[in-house]
Structure formats: structure tokens, C-alpha cells
């Protein structure tokens, strides 16, 4: 019996706010596979924390389309996109602009930095400084930015979507603690299938399918989707379930750091996206198994136990997952 069957539906979503936004979200993912092929699931992540107001971290080696997805998401839709290069020599005011003096009006003029934007994408953010790094806590977090005393908003909706090369790769440094916190969810593209390497050699080797690609949606379209997110009904036990999973990434002897109250709020918002793209109008503790692992295991530090045994953080939540007592009504 599927796990649908046993919980009370709070929604069909068979309403209209629900189908403009599976629609609306369907020509967005549809245009992103256009340029990044046999990463479905991975463009779904990517459209969950779109949709949940969050920031998505992309972590792989160099080579297999980070920037491509990154670049492909924020040009899906109609809305101000810039791109940051991370490089050791980046100042944190090459992100949040600057203060410059006008010699004509006799006045400071802020001149606004690329943090400006619906989308930012941060290209390999681990091989700046952690304090440059550090450049983006206030933006991801409260959506505005400080300079010079004084405090600016930015616009909705905004998403930073960085990329980074693994830690043990020449010439990175490693995100801190609070930086990793604010990412709501981490993914891995990996390697392309055999067959869809090969369909690449055909769409990429003449030109980039960026430049054919066209926006499908607009940033109103994706505010009133995030609307409609909110609204996605969490049931109480659903919510203990979340805290459950949690909790125990705290209490598990193979890790060292568990997450944080913000990691929880990550993966209820989280839940509610996903619930939404699926058609739903309510969250199932599927919902928070598939998110436990890209929106939990980047927070997580491993003990010096697990790292001898080679249990990656991505384990130990699949792990506590698999044990943990899923809620049978709803």
C-alpha cells in the first residue's frame, strides 16, 4: 500500500492556484533539461528550494555542469540575473557594492554590487576567502545587505545558487560552519549517463544551448508560486517527523555537528515545495525522506569515528532515515 493511501488528504490539487503553479514550474524544469540532460531529479531539488525561497549549493568536480545549471535556472525566468567568479582576490565589497564619492552632487553614491539580482550565481564561492565568503550571510539570510550603516532590501524573489569544487581540490577553502548553514539544500550532479553524454556531443559541440534558451516564466509568476507554496498544509505529526530527523542527527555518535533549528525550517519549507511540484496541497513524510539528505547532510560534521570508518554524512542521514519510525496517520 503507498504511503498516499494511508494519510488524510488535505487537498486534491486539483485547484487552480495548484495547477498554474505545476504548470508554471513544469515550463521552468522543462527548459532547464533542455540545457542540463538525465538530471531530473537533480532539477527538481533545484526548483523545490526555488520555490521554498532558498539557496542551493552545487558541490562536484569541475567539468560535469555546475555553472550550466546554475546559469540555465536563472535564465528559465524573466528576472535579473548576475553571476559572481569567486577568485582569492575577491573583496566582500565586489558583492555588496560600494560607497563611491561623487565629485559633481558633493555626495556618497551607492553604487549596488551583483548581490543585487533575483539570482545570483556564485561560481566556485570556495575559492574566495571565508571573508568573502562571509560577504553573503546577511543577503541569504534576511534578503537585504548593509553597507556603510545603512540597510537595502532586494528584490523578490531572490536565490543564490552557488557553486563550489570539493574541499580537497588545489586552491579551495572550506565554507564555514554558518556560511553552509544558509544553503538550504546541497546537490551533486555527477557524471552523465552513457547515452546522454553522448545526446550532449550533439547539443553542445556547435554552440551552447544557453543561447537558445528563453524565459519561460517571470519573477511574478514565481512569487505568486512561492504564494502558493506557503499555503501547502503541514500536518502536526509530519512536523514532529521533521523534528524527529533532526534530533537525531544531534544524538547519533557518528557525527560530531548535527543540525541546526534553521535546518528544520529548511526542510519544512522544503517539504512544502516539494509537495507542491508533486501536485499535492499537503507534505507526506515521503516528502521529507527524498529532502533529508540534500537539505540535512552539507550542515552535518562527521566524528573522527565515522571518518575512519569512510561514513560520509550522507549516509548517516540515510541512515537515521531508514531506522526512524515513520508517522502512520496523518
Do not use: W
Amino acid at each position: 500500500m503507498s504511503l498516499d493511501t494511508r494519510y488524510t488528504d488535505h487537498g486534491d490539487g486539483s485547484s487552480e492556484g495548484s495547477d498554474s503553479v505545476i504548470a508554471a514550474a513544469g515550463r521552468i524544469r522543462e527548459a532547464v533539461e533542455t540545457v542540463i540532460e538525465g538530471k531530473a531529479d537533480i532539477v527538481r531539488v533545484a526548483m523545490t528550494v526555488l520555490l521554498a525561497e532558498g539557496h542551493l549549493l552545487i558541490e562536484d568536480i569541475p567539468g560535469v555542469g555546475k555553472t550550466m545549471l546554475a546559469k540555465a535556472l536563472g535564465r528559465a525566468v524573466d528576472c535579473t540575473v548576475q553571476r559572481i567568479q569567486f577568485t582569492p582576490d575577491l573583496l566582500p565589497s565586489d558583492i555588496t557594492g560600494v560607497s563611491a564619492y561623487h565629485q559633481e552632487r558633493r555626495e556618497f553614491e551607492f553604487k549596488p554590487g551583483p548581490v543585487f539580482a533575483n539570482v545570483v550565481v556564485g561560481d566556485e564561492i570556495n575559492r574566495a576567502s571565508p571573508k568573502t565568503q562571509s560577504a553573503l550571510l546577511e543577503c541569504m539570510e534576511e534578503a537585504q545587505v548593509s553597507v556603510d550603516g545603512q540597510t537595502r532590501l532586494l528584490d523578490r524573489p531572490f536565490m543564490v545558487v552557488a557553486t563550489q569544487n570539493p574541499v580537497d581540490m588545489e586552491g579551495t577553502y572550506p565554507l564555514p560552519e554558518a556560511q553552509r548553514d544558509r544553503f538550504m539544500a546541497r546537490v551533486a550532479v555527477g557524471y552523465p549517463e552513457p547515452q546522454a553524454e553522448l545526446d550532449m556531443i550533439d547539443t553542445h559541440a556547435s554552440n551552447s544551448p544557453l543561447d537558445d534558451l528563453v524565459p519561460v516564466a517571470t519573477a511574478a509568476d514565481v512569487r505568486a508560486m512561492i504564494s502558493h507554496v506557503r499555503g501547502v498544509h503541514v500536518a502536526p505529526a509530519v512536523r514532529r517527523y521533521a523534528v524527529d530527523l533532526v534530533t537525531a542527527t544531534r544524538t547519533s555518535p557518528a557525527l560530531r555537528l548535527g543540525a541546526s533549528p534553521r535546518s528544520t525550517l529548511h526542510l519544512i519549507r522544503a517539504s512544502r515545495a516539494y509537495a507542491a511540484l508533486a501536485g499535492r496541497g499537503y507534505v507526506l513524510p515521503d516528502d521529507l525522506q527524498d529532502l533529508a539528505v540534500p537539505v540535512l547532510a552539507h550542515r552535518l560534521l562527521p566524528s573522527p569515528e565515522a571518518q575512519l570508518e569512510r561514513r560520509p554524512p550522507e549516509q548517516v542521514v540515510s541512515d537515521i532515515v531508514s531506522r526512524l519510525p515513520v508517522p502512520e496517520h496523518v
